[in-house]
C-alpha cells in the first residue's frame, strides 16, 4: 500500500502543473499575438519536461519491480551512506552534507546493492527538486532511534529562497 501510495504521488506531482499549465494556456492563447510562437515554445518545453518526469517516475518503478532478490548482509550503514553520497559530490547546483551516526559503525541487515539504489534514488530526486536559479543543500543525516537504524534526506529545493 505504501509503494502505491508513493508512486502515486510521484505521478501527480508533474501531473498538476500540466493541468494547470494547459488550462492557463487555454485561457491566453492568441495566434495573433506578437509573442506567440514564444508562448507556445514555452508552453511545450514545459509539457515536454513534465511528461520526462513521468517517463522517469515509470522507469524507475519499473526497474524496482525488476530488483533482483535481496542478498541480506550485516553492513555499516554509515559506509553505504558515504558511498553513495560521494557519487553526487560532484553535482553543481547542490552541496550534499552527511551528518554520519556518530557513534561508529551503524550495523543494519541489508542488501548493499538494494540500499545503494534507494540512496541514489533519493539523491537524484532531491537533485531534481532543486531550481536551477537556487544553490541546492541536501543534508542526509544517519543515527540509531530504539533499536533502529534512522536515515532522513532533506533539500531546500522546496523551499522559497530568501
Request: positive net charge; glycine residues 8%; proline residues 4%.
Given at each position: 500500500k505504501e509503494m502505491a501510495r508513493q508512486v502515486a504521488h510521484e505521478i501527480k506531482n508533474p501531473l498538476t502543473p500540466m493541468k494547470l499549465g494547459i488550462q492557463h494556456f487555454q485561457h491566453t492563447w492568441d495566434p495573433a499575438a506578437p509573442d506567440a510562437k514564444a508562448k507556445l515554445d514555452r508552453f511545450t518545453t514545459s509539457m515536454v519536461e513534465q511528461i520526462d518526469a513521468?517517463?522517469?517516475?515509470?522507469?524507475?518503478?519499473?526497474?524496482?519491480?525488476?530488483?533482483?532478490?535481496?542478498n541480506e548482509t550485516v553492513l555499516d550503514l554509515n559506509e553505504v551512506a558515504r558511498n553513495a553520497v560521494a557519487l553526487f559530490a560532484g553535482e553543481p547546483n547542490a552541496v550534499i552534507t552527511l551528518h554520519a551516526a556518530p557513534a561508529?559503525?551503524?550495523?543494519?541487515?541489508?542488501?548493499?546493492e538494494h540500499l545503494l539504489r534507494v540512496f541514489n534514488n533519493l539523491l537524484k530526486n532531491a537533485t531534481q527538486a532543486i531550481p536551477h536559479e537556487r544553490q541546492g543543500r541536501i543534508e542526509v543525516t544517519l543515527y540509531a532511534e530504539g533499536g533502529n537504524a534512522i536515515v532522513e534526506i532533506s533539500d531546500n529545493g522546496g523551499i522559497l529562497a530568501k
Open positions: 513521468l517517463s522517469r517516475v515509470a522507469g524507475d518503478f519499473s526497474r524496482f519491480a525488476q530488483m533482483s532478490a535481496a561508529g559503525p551503524l550495523r543494519i541487515k541489508a542488501d548493499r
